[in-house]
């Protein structure tokens, strides 16, 4: 996956939630939160994983309290 663009095409479901690096990703039962680095070896690191009751309670549905919670997670 080199591309933003790529990564959509294959999962349309990928929500980028922050400067097209933090996505949050459905998977089963549970939604994840990943880095993804397009740059050099594309490498990819899961930040948060939870169920969807347990994402509401922390990120609130908002990409303002998503943005609060990298930055106080020293992600960003």
Do not use: C, Q, S
Not at 3 to 17: F, I, S, T, W, Y
Not at 25 to 45: K, Q, S, Y
Not at 53 to 64: A, G, H, L, V
């Amino acid at each position: 996956m080199g591309e933003p663009g790529d990564l959509l095409e294959k999962r349309p479901d990928a929500d980028n939630v922050y400067k097209g690096k933090f996505y949050f990703f459905d998977i089963h039962i549970h939604r994840a939160l990943i880095l993804i680095e397009f740059e050099e070896e594309g490498e990819m690191t899961v930040v948060w994983v939870g169920n969807h009751d347990e994402y509401e309670n922390t990120f609130k549905n908002n990409r303002r309290v998503i943005r609060k919670w990298l930055i106080d997670n020293e992600w960003i």
